[in-house]
């Protein structure tokens, strides 16, 4: 099934978890002077126009990165969202906007890595539906980005081990189809044992069928170690509700001073969401 296109979807509270938290991540490793291998297996288009068709019809930037671009001056003190918060604003200038005083563009996580790659770096991005990656092929990336119309979960594993010292992988399937959950459980596994230093992070969402357990169980089940759990929910799920009430994600061997630098911003987040937005971040397996 491809019929998923994020661009429906783009900058909403999710996106903003998923990339805050990808952001912290990669500052992290940017401490160091090895080179990374970085793998988007679902990379999506890059860059979202939000005065698109695709946008404008459930508009829920408005309810996600939208907020967060309406404080900025708030929270630009924020070490971790005021360095996400003016990368952000770089993308408005990159895609012409000059110094707009609106969101008018989100980035997805090929720009938000793309961004920050150094000359050492590799960076594969997974696209595989037809529309999306041609969009994704249609974006300004270094020369160190290949682009890959493929299915993102064997492409990793076909790529592993890396030549690179270190490696990050994202992991942001749409989960269309219930046995996703089982198959990303079942990737991350394959992958760790291929490459166990790797850092992992993957995403899934919050639903009231609670469908993410399986990933959760599979992962903690299968004796892998060192796995942080973060969870945004806008809301306590309810049975007469269908649609997405949370984000998560997981990161394994998530570098140190990761866990204190993201509840601290998810804290200054929590407000701009709504009354009843709570994060949570815990050890979901420990070391």
Known sequence: MLSYQHAYHAGNFADVHKHLTLFAVTGFLLRKASPITYIDTHAGRGLYPLSAAESQKLQEHRQGAERLWQERQALAAEPLLGDWLSLLAEAQLIAGNQASPTLDCYPGSPWWLSRRLRAVDRLTLFELHPGEHEHLAGQCLPS?????????????????????????????????????????AETVLSAMRKARH????????????????????????????????????????????????????????????????LVSAMKRIEPLLGSDARHRGEWWVAE
């Open 198 to 261: 790797g850092v992992v992070l993957v995403w899934y969402p919050l639903l009231p069928a609670g469908r993410h357990s399986e990933l959760l169980e599979g992962l903690r089940s299968s004796g892998l170690r060192k796995i942080w759990r973060s969870e945004l929910a806008l809301r306590e799920p309810s049975s007469e509700e269908r649609g997405m009430y949370g984000s998560g994600m997981l990161v394994i061997n998530p570098p140190w001073g990761l866990e204190e630098q």
């Open 144 to 184: 160190n980005v290949k682009h890959i119309h493929g299915d993102g979960l064997k492409g990793l594993l076909q790529r592993l081990p890396v030549a690179t010292p270190r490696l990050c992988v994202l992991l942001d399937p749409s989960y269309e189809r219930k046995s996703e959950y089982a198959e990303v």
